[in-house]
């Protein structure tokens, strides 16, 4: 099987979009992660759910995960307003490597070995025109490690 058999149509944002409109996204798909694209609409960057969150905690939290239960319930409900006002690029961490790529035509192997080894819960995949043009590549959507795994569970019994 290719990549192009299991790609599903994935949820994107734009480098400047509001972090607060991607946190909902992620919300409410539940979703690992989401594409970040830039203008042309490839993949730039993935972020990760674990992302955002980790922009939620006070860094004085972060550095003593102890002092987390001195922050009230009412503080706790307006965690999210750390978001107002950033951009998605503000909230990729500064070395975030590049997402995985996919070509439609990489097996499943290939693709497995992507998200292995970029530790990621998606694959972006891509397909190139038949002159191979680099402006003619096109995001085809996602593969996650949810469906990857669910795909190599069928074909193992």
Known sequence: MRA????????TVGLDDQALDAARLLAERRLPGVL??????LPKAVLP?????RLLVPGYVL????????IDEAHADRMCAALAGLRVRECLPRDAPPPPL???????VEVAALMASGRTPLV??????ADR???GIRLLGAITAANLLQHLLEAAR
């Open 36 to 41: 970040v694209v830039d203008d042309r609409g």
């Open 4 to 11: 192009r058999d299991l790609v599903e149509p994935y949820p």
């Open 49 to 53: 759910a674990s992302q955002l969150v």
């Open 133 to 135: 043009d680099p402006t």
């Open 63 to 70: 550095e003593d995960p102890s002092l987390a239960a001195v």
């Open 102 to 108: 996919a070509d439609a035509d990489d097996t499943t």
């Open 124 to 129: 972006a995949v891509l397909e190139h025109p």
